[in-house]
């Protein structure tokens, strides 16, 4: 396994031991959609430490997705596993049952702030 530094400004990886060795990363995208993520990023890099944006974020976590979510102990599973105490983080019960309303909610509050009337998102999944 290979060491590799931190994403250089435009997002690209190096081998951290090689200089000369082949770059990877960096976006791949349709130069209409360039001008967008630049606004995109400038926002984020805005708002990520705004008090009043992450007061929003933590109370649509908590209001609407249901966050913190709960934890469980799996008694049975530890004791048949030989002892060790195993607990379960339940996203399962997050209002869509899955991790990814964390992200949906954060380009939420970021379009609305950007004075953007809709958002196109892909989770990927």
Do not use: C, W
């Amino acid at each position: 396994m290979f060491a590799y530094d931190q994403p250089d400004a435009t997002g690209h990886f190096r081998h951290a031991g090689a200089p000369n060795a082949p770059v990877y990363g960096g976006s791949f995208v349709s130069e209409t959609l360039v001008h967008a993520l630049d606004q995109l990023k400038d926002a984020y890099a805005h708002y990520r430490h705004d008090p009043e944006f992450i007061a929003e974020f933590k109370k649509e976590l908590t209001h609407f997705v249901g966050r913190p979510s709960p934890i469980y102990h799996a008694e049975r599973l530890s004791r048949e596993l030989g002892g060790a105490q195993i607990y379960l983080k339940r996203e399962d019960l997050n209002h869509t049952g899955a991790h990814k309303i964390n992200n949906v909610i954060g380009q939420a509050l970021l379009a609305k702030r950007m004075g953007k009337p809709r958002v196109i998102a892909e989770t990927g999944a």
